[in-house]
């Protein structure tokens, strides 16, 4: 929640800005718009979880959505209502539960899905192992997706989603593509393939995938450019041992989520990976999946970046860890009562409308106190969240160990043991969790309050001034900000050109080229400490 130092007034140009906007083509009178905005931007952010910049950023979906309602008329009363607030947090939280991968259990249906996914991968075992790929997409709770590949390091010439029957063929002889221009910005062909297979309205929560190899032959394609060519041979090397290990926990977890014990299912998972792995790989495997976290981000969306290994391993077990502790998504699901039902094949608990304003006022009550509780339960979950990254870089730093002489070793008890050795698995699980909440303009914008942004920066609004950027610019800028959140925040233009862009430009300039597009330049980036490296301008 909020404080009060949190809060950033919005500027009266800002204001009348958004008054044009949402009085177009809605036959809302500017004035009495302009009336509400100001009482609602008066620096005291009416969401409990927004400082007013991000409300100001959602106000024009939340605003779809009253239109698109049963309320359709009352736009007006319904900002200038006392109660906005607490409908904006609930329209969010609404919105948000009704998408697939959202995974609002309890805890006999977590062990239900957990199971589900483990025979799936059992099933697909030999492809997974030969390429990393899986031929399914598990759209049905986003923590098992992510652990479906498993350090995939070739490129296919096309995946075909069945549901969807999409076919999208990526050159064999280029995988970079050509340059892009303003209009189409970023749109490399492996983001293409991946950006098309995405959870919709009409998926079920699984997709079947077929995948298509040069001359059906996996070891013909081409090796991802980011990562090196010997990490690449390994990491297909270790894929059966991390298979191995991911079955073994899964299989395990629903067991141990039947116990009701946090403390148990945490000891007994780390004694699975400890016996089951050790520390040179465990240390190649993270400093690997780093590359796919940060490197590929632009291209694999299906997966969302993830490598199937260890840290997203670790994030699951963390998952269960911490709905056993804390009980956010179960508890939610327990107070939303009867507003949620069953649906689809496998059937999956939605609510019964995915619109907030539709619902009468007696059930937007219960979906009131529903957002209240995940609200006070959501700090409580996130300092779970640092405890159990204690544990686990504890686990990984010092437990997980060698076999020297046919006797087991544990990190702290060898001679040349470094305390200070860098805690890798945490930083990873922080990026998996990164967005993972029902007010999806990102959390991170409290670390920088001068500057907020939408979900995929084509919106980001620095001292009170606003800025759209293309599609191009927004990769650019995200880069920056990711490495900024990162304690990293000075990049290589090189590196924003050629591997973020998969641009032939030679100057980062040429991205912001004419006059509108400088002013984004000389806003949002500045010079790093180093020749040819820039920075996010906060």
């Not at 390429?131 to 479906?148: I, K, M, V």
Request: proline fraction near 4%; include cysteine; charged fraction near 30%.
């Amino acid at each position: 929640m909020l404080s009060e130092t949190d809060r950033e007034p919005i500027s009266e140009e800002l204001i009348k800005e958004k008054v044009r906007d949402l009085s177009k083509d809605r036959s809302l009178d500017p004035k009495q718009m302009n009336t509400a905005l100001r009482k609602l931007f008066d620096g005291k952010s009416p969401s409990r979880f927004h400082d007013s910049v991000a409300v100001y950023m959602k106000i024009d979906s939340i605003v779809d959505q009253i239109a698109a309602s049963r309320q359709r008329d009352n736009i007006l009363s319904i900002l200038n209502d006392e109660r906005f607030g607490q409908m904006y947090d609930s329209a969010l939280m609404t919105e948000w539960l009704n998408e697939p991968q959202h995974p609002f259990l309890i805890i006999t249906e977590l062990r239900a899905l957990i199971d589900e996914f483990t025979s799936l991968m059992k099933e697909d075992k030999e492809h997974i192992l030969q390429t990393g790929y899986p031929r399914f997409a598990f759209y049905r709770h986003a923590g098992l997706h992510r652990l479906a590949p498993l350090y995939y390091t070739r490129i296919p010439l096309s995946i075909k989603a069945i549901h969807q029957r999409l076919v999208l063929n990526l050159p064999e002889d280029d995988y970079n593509g050509t340059d892009t221009n303003e209009e189409t910005s970023g749109d490399r062909p492996f983001n293409s393939i991946y950006s098309s297979l995405s959870p919709s309205s009409d998926t079920d929560g699984e997709q079947r995938l077929v995948f298509n190899w040069p001359d059906d032959d996996y070891q013909k394609a081409a090796i991802i450019e980011e990562i090196p060519k010997n990490y690449a041979i390994r990491l297909e090397g270790l894929r059966e041992i991390i298979f191995e290990l991911k079955v073994k926990v899964l299989d395990a977890l629903p067991k141990l989520l039947a116990t009701g014990y946090a403390s148990r299912l945490w000891k007994s998972s780390a004694e699975i990976i400890v016996e089951n792995i050790g520390a040179d790989d465990v240390d190649f495997c993270l400093l690997t999946e780093g590359i796919y976290h940060k490197e590929l981000g632009n291209y694999d969306r299906i997966w969302n970046h993830a490598a199937g290994g260890l840290a997203d391993l670790f994030a699951f077990i963390g998952e269960c860890y911490l709905e056993l502790s804390v009980g956010l998504y179960s508890g939610v699901r327990h107070e939303l009562g009867d507003l949620v039902k069953m649906v689809g094949t496998p059937p999956y608990p939605r609510l019964t409308m995915a619109n907030y304003f539709d619902y009468p006022r007696h059930k937007a009550a219960v979906i009131d106190r529903a957002t209240t509780l995940y609200i006070a339960k959501r700090k409580e979950y996130d300092d779970g969240w640092r405890d159990y990254l204690e544990k686990a870089d504890k686990l990984v730093e010092n437990d997980v160990g060698y076999m020297r002489d046919g006797q087991f070793l544990k990190r702290s008890e060898l001679p040349e043991y470094e305390a200070s050795k860098p805690a890798y698995l945490s930083h990873l699980i922080r990026a998996i969790r990164s967005g993972e909440t029902p007010f999806n303009v990102p959390v991170c914008h409290l670390k920088h309050p001068g500057f907020s942004h939408s979900a995929d920066f084509h919106t980001c609004v620095k001292g009170g001034e606003t800025y759209s950027l293309s599609s191009m610019q927004a990769l650019a800028i995200k880069a920056y900000h990711d490495d900024f959140i990162n304690g990293t925040p000075d990049v290589g233009d090189n590196h924003i050109l050629k591997v973020v862009l998969g641009s032939k430009r030679d100057k980062l300039s040429l991205v912001f080229a004419n006059k509108k597009d400088k002013r984004i330049f000389d806003n949002l980036i500045r010079e790093g400490e180093r020749k040819s490296t820039h920075r996010l301008n906060i």
